[in-house]
């Protein structure tokens, strides 16, 4: 099979497209036809070597996952050959394309119980886009966060995968969405996409411009994954009583805090890892009843994946890419 394969850990020239062996399938395993693949900014992290850094090359990321079967195990009941189907990533506590092989390939092997049916009406790329980026998005907006309709929310990095699903998603919720990005033209499309009040982040007092756009009253929920560059201003525009949640740290995990703002104000930090099958699951049913069109920038054939990845490490997209293998 035709597969996107990192060689060596660093740069882009550390993946490259090659035939490879079709992955082996077992009793209880699917192989899976990939129809789409949607890329995180896990994948540059393991092709760097900053995730999955013991892992043996040659390695195959990938853990957003949308195609057919293609093969069953023989113990294998109820997947049938020919059968749509949306792979649920988190397998026995690990995390698909990270801590084992995954899609950007022709071809995947993955647990039975990993296979959720797709329905006819949602597309291969709508549903690649969903697993990573928004079931994250969910499970740390709605399960961690607690948002309530009527509550106002803060999404930074909101032009990303995650951040347009979580724009969405509190917007659904019923939500005031503070969306924040980089640049007037991302903010713009985050307007057109619900955001009910847009900060530019790369003004230095964003945090002051939530403050303000609040009445000087802060938010309920602050979504910072961003970390080290951002954290101080994140804990200054929370309301008092309201939760700063995060799920990564893309500018560093080093982060410092103005402690008294946590104290007296009785802020909530809250950790939120990944999803959960029910987080999918709800999303596919969004999408299929039309609440929830997952913002894809572009669909790239797999020979394009470094161009893919460029985009990504560069922040030129605004939403998930999808690659087709």
């Known amino acids: 099979m035709r597969a ?32 789409a693949c949607s ?20 390695h195959i990321s990938g853990g957003d996952i949308a195609g057919d079967v293609a093969e069953t195990g023989a113990e294998v009941r109820g997947l049938e050959p020919g059968q749509r189907v949306l792979i649920d990533p988190l397998i026995d506590g690990k995390a698909l394309g990270e801590d084992m ?39 740390q907006l709605i399960t961690r966060g607690g948002l309530k309709a009527g509550e106002t929310v803060a999404i930074l990095g909101a032009a990303g995968g995650l951040g347009t699903g979580a724009v969405m998603i509190a917007k ?23 955001a009910d009040i847009l ?11 939530i403050w303000k756009a609040t009445g000087k009253q802060g938010v309920d929920v602050m979504v ?3 970390g080290a560059a951002t954290w101080q201003q994140s804990i200054r525009a929370t309301k008092p009583g309201g939760r700063v949640v995060t799920c990564g740290a893309t500018s560093g995990y080093e ?6 703002y946590v104290w007296v104000r009785e802020l909530d930090i809250r950790g939120s890892n990944g999803w959960r099958r029910e987080d999918l699951e709800a999303l596919l049913e969004m999408v299929h009843d ?17 161009e893919a990845e460029r985009l990504i490490e560069d922040r030129l997209v605004f939403g998930k890419v999808v690659i087709t293998p």
Do not use: M
């Not at 071809?107 to 006819?120: E, F, G, K, R």
């Not at 900060?199 to 411009?209: F, I, P, Y």
């Open 224 to 226: 910072d994954n961003t």
């Open 101 to 139: 092989q995954g899609g950007l390939a022709e071809y995947a092997s993955v647990p039975d119980t990993n296979c959720i049916p797709l329905p006819d009406e949602v597309s291969f790329e709508q549903a690649a886009a969903l697993p990573i980026a928004y079931g994250t998005a969910r499970r």
């Open 255 to 260: 982060v410092t805090q103005y402690q008294p």
């Open 4 to 35: 996107a394969v990192i060689i060596k850990r660093g740069g882009p020239e550390g993946r490259i497209v090659q035939n490879h062996p079709r992955p082996l399938v077992g009793p209880r395993d699917v192989l899976v036809r990939v129809r």
């Open 172 to 194: 659904a919720a019923g939500a005031t969405v503070i969306a924040c990005a980089s640049s007037q033209d991302k903010l713009k499309r985050l307007g057109e996409l619900g």
């Open 199 to 209: 900060v530019d982040t790369s003004s230095d007092d964003w945090g002051g411009q």
């Open 39 to 58: 890329l995180n900014h896990l994948d540059v992290f393991v092709r760097k070597g900053v995730a999955g850094a013991n892992l043996p090359l040659p």
């Open 290 to 306: 039309g609440r929830l069109e997952p913002v894809i920038d572009r669909v790239l054939p797999l020979d394009q994946i470094r």
